[in-house]
């Protein structure tokens, strides 16, 4: 498995079997980030692939990064990356608001929901449009584990490799499911 992170070269992204790790980053050193154990349950499934990690590599001298740059290398991996998972552990009194996960959500799932995977805790704070949104353009169920939503992510990655190739997998499944419904 390989990972991006956002202090990268993003042309390392790949088009295929690639995910870029969406949802909030904490604001403060204090509060976890939930990517860690997102990248742990991918290689506990075993996962080949190629993560889109949206903050600095560990250890890095954040006073030497470039804001614009790591928003340009996010902005490259999000056009390019097979899926886009969200996990949204919105606390909004804490220090993981999710303000710029609104904004990308609503901007991915309008652009293009074939590749929006999302999911959240059940204790998440303020879900609900989020929620309908989603359920409203996919029709697929919520996961409130980060595990759930991993493994469905992994599914859909693998689906991926079963489709004709002429077609894009997910814009052909979406069609299929747009006109089941």
């Known amino acids: 498995m390989q990972i991006i992170y956002s202090n990268n070269d993003s042309s390392l992204c790949p ?3 690639s995910v870029f ?3 909030p980053t904490p604001r403060l050193k204090e509060t976890l980030s939930w990517r860690p154990e997102a990248v742990e349950l991918f290689k506990k499934y075993n996962f080949s692939g190629t993560l889109c990690y949206p903050e600095y590599e560990p250890g890095l001298d954040l006073s030497q990064c ?3 740059n790591q928003i340009e290398c996010e902005h490259h991996c999000l056009e390019t ?3 886009i998972m969200f996990w949204v552990p919105r606390d909004i009194k804490g220090n993981m608001p999710a303000f710029t996960t609104n904004i990308e959500f609503g901007y991915w799932i309008a652009k293009a929901p074939h590749k929006v995977v999302y999911g959240r805790p059940e204790q998440a704070d303020n879900m609900k449009y989020m929620d309908y949104m989603y359920n409203k353009i996919t029709h697929y169920p919520i996961p ?3 595990d759930k939503l991993i493994k469905k992510t992994i ?3 693998e689906l991926e490799k ?3 190739e002429s077609t894009p997998s997910f814009a052909r499944r979406f069609k299929i499911e747009e006109k089941a419904s």
């Open 15 to 17: 088009a295929n079997n």
């Open 21 to 23: 790790l969406a949802g």
């Open 66 to 68: 470039d804001y614009n």
């Open 81 to 83: 990356c097979s899926l």
């Open 144 to 146: 409130n584990k980060l």
């Open 155 to 157: 599914v859909f990655l």
């Open 162 to 164: 079963l489709w004709d």
